[in-house]
Structures are given as C-alpha cells and as structure tokens.
C-alpha cells in the first residue's frame, strides 16, 4: 500500500531548511568580510610592519678595532681574519647532543667543551657563541660538508686580535677579552649600548681599556631580506661600521725592550720619561705577561700559572708596586728647598744619627750621625 505524502509540509520544511544555512552563510561570509576589514583596513599599518620586519632583518655590522702603534709607527696590536664554528643554543634540541655530534666531525677538546659552558653561562641562550675558533680551511669544508646535519650552527669570519711582540709591553698595551656579564649589564644602562650590538669584545687593561671609547669605532647596520626559515636572501640596505681609531703611543718599542731584557728574569719595575715634554718612552713591569692568551678566553691551566705564580705577572709594579723613593729623591728636595727658599745650600745642620717625627724615631744607617754637614755633604753621603 503506498504512503501518502503531504507534499506541502515536505516543501515547507525544505524552505526553512534552506533560510537557515542561507542565514548561517550569510552570517558567516559576513564574519569574514569584517574579519577582512579589520586587517586590511583597521589594523593595516600594524600588520603591515609587522609583515616588514618578519620579511626584514637588522644585522648589526662590527666595526674593525684601531690599531695601537709606538712612537715610531711599529704596530704593537693589530687584527687579523679566522673563521669560527659557532652554535645557537636556543635553536638546537640539545646542546650536549650537538657537541658529541659534531667532535665527530671536527675536533672539540674538553677546554672547548668548558669554556663554551662559561659562555652560556655569562650570554643569552639566543645568542650565537663560538665552539672552535681559527679553524683551518680544511676544517671549514669537512664541517659545510655535513652542514645539512646541524641546525643552529655555522660558521663565520670574525676579527681576532693580535699582539705581535708577545710579552714586550703588555701592562702598557694590555689585551681584550669576552664582554663578561658584568660589563654587559653596565653597556645596557650606558648611552653606548647600541655601538655594541654584536660585539663581543672590550678591552680590559692598559691602552686597550683606557682607550677603547677610541678603539672600538662606531657599530654599522645592514638591512637585508630573509626567508620564511629566517635565512638571509639578499641585502636590501646598508649603514656601514667606522673603524676604530689608531692609537699612537709616545712609547718606543726597541727601548722597552732594551730595557727589559736588561732585566732579564729578575722582578721590577721602569718608568723612562722624556724630561723635556713628560712623554712616557718605556714603561716597564717584569716580569710580564702574553696579552695572546686572553683574547679567546684563557684556560684553566694558564690562567693558574699566572695568579698563582710567586712572580705576581698580572701586578702591573710601575703604577701598584710601593717602594721606597731611596736616595735618588733627595736631589729633587733639596731643589725644591732651594727654589722656595726654605733652605740655602750652604746652610749647616748637626746630623746626631736620628729624626723624631710624629713620635716615632728614625735612625740613620750608622749607630752615629754625619755631624755637621751642608747641603752638598748631605747628599754626597746620604
């Protein structure tokens, strides 16, 4: 028996079927198209820088540092060219993974392992840190052969300073070193933060320290297109570094070393001053120390042979030794007496053998004084 449908019924609820998911797309064309004129319209500034800098990369570019040069033009600290095979902690899944994988490829000694620890510890885990450094072009293929292995680390050219007379003049000279925390806290509160984006190093001691607003230079920037993977495609705009200044010193190199190998092992210290300008021609602290070991982060090793040494290399003698002025400063005061007129050369005064001062006595050399002597007979037998 056939069931009899009522066809009016069936229509109307087609109909309403039909306003409904007309209604629901109608609603949900219209969430899209206000969807599409808050970001194409509203919020179309904002997007669209936001769009630049993720296509857009600012690369700081480090400036060279100034040389440092003697009276004579004889560079006493220069730089040169090395590459370096660095790692980004944050962008590896392990980093004690990654290193075993890579002494496989190259060569990482349990210094490198330590001190690139020291590294993380002190820098940003976003920051780009060096494993190895001045590796050989042999290691600079085998390692771009296996690249493909190793997201998050590469290899770069970088400066690296040099000392090319070693030990001669260090305490003038002094060295640089890896920006510590510290210091890295202290350029972030200072108006120069900027100058060091990407820089690594700062001097430390001596000329390098006292200078380094000179030496350092001014930080350039390059503006360059990245892919989707963060990869640089090309550049698109540059501001490039100033170079460091060169820093010429009043020093004599072939003086200084004159005189310190007139010193030979024994310990002292040497100041030689032109007496017509004030001009330092050698500055001298035995014994001495090599600048080279600091500039990649000295080891364990070498750093305890130093501070611990009953020699004290690193106590610069010229500017922290005390010592007493001996009788080579009784010439200078007795001028001094002589052009204020406190005193006549032939002014006589009985030597008894001591000198109460402040409560204390002071004895001369002999168990009896000179006697009566002027200022000539003074300074002869001082």
Not at 179 to 195: Q, T
Not at 198 to 212: H, R
């Amino acid at each position: 028996m056939t069931e009899l449908r009522n066809v009016e019924a069936d229509l109307a609820r087609f109909r309403l079927r039909v306003l409904v998911i007309s209604i629901v797309i109608v609603l949900c064309m219209g969430l899209l198209v206000a969807r599409l004129i808050v970001l194409q319209v509203v919020r179309h500034e904002d997007l669209k820088a936001q769009a630049e800098n993720n296509r857009t990369a600012v690369v700081p570019v480090v400036p060279n540092r100034g040389l440092i040069l003697d009276r004579n033009g004889i560079a006493l600290a220069t730089n040169y060219s090395a590459y370096t095979l660095e790692l980004t902690p944050s962008k590896v899944p392990s980093v004690e993974r990654t290193l075993d994988e890579l002494s496989q490829v190259l060569e990482i000694t349990p210094r490198d392992r330590r001190r690139f620890k020291k590294l993380m510890e002190d820098s940003r885990n976003f920051e780009s840190l060096p494993i190895r450094t001045k590796l050989t072009e042999e290691e600079v293929a085998r390692f771009a052969a296996q690249h493909y292995r190793f997201p998050g680390v590469e290899i770069k050219a970088r400066l690296f300073r040099n000392y090319p007379f070693g030990e001669l003049a260090s305490h003038v000279i002094g060295y640089i070193g890896r920006i510590n925390k510290a210091e890295k806290d202290r350029l972030e509160e200072s108006d120069d933060a900027a100058n060091y984006r990407g820089t690594e190093y700062i001097g430390k001691l001596g000329v390098e320290q006292s200078f380094e607003a000179q030496l350092h230079g001014q930080t350039g920037v390059d503006s360059v297109e990245t892919s989707a993977g963060g990869r640089a495609v090309r550049k698109l705009a540059s501001n490039p570094s100033t170079p460091g200044n060169t820093v010429m010193l009043a020093v004599d190199i072939r003086l200084q070393k004159l005189v310190e190998d007139m010193y030979g092992e024994r310990r002292g210290a040497l100041v030689a001053l032109d007496p017509r300008n004030g001009e330092v021609l050698a500055f001298v602290s035995k014994p001495t120390f090599d600048p080279n070991l600091f500039v990649d982060g000295i080891d364990a090793e070498n750093w305890q042979m130093l501070n611990e040494s009953i020699d004290k290399p690193l106590l610069n003698r010229a500017l922290r030794g005390t010592y007493p002025p001996g009788s080579t400063y009784k010439p200078f005061m007795a001028l001094a007496a002589l052009q204020t007129g406190k005193r006549s050369a032939s002014l006589v005064i009985q030597d008894g053998g001591s000198w109460t001062f402040g409560g204390h006595q002071f004895r001369s050399h002999g168990d009896t004084g000179l006697g009566p002597v002027d200022m000539h007979a003074a300074i002869a037998k001082s």
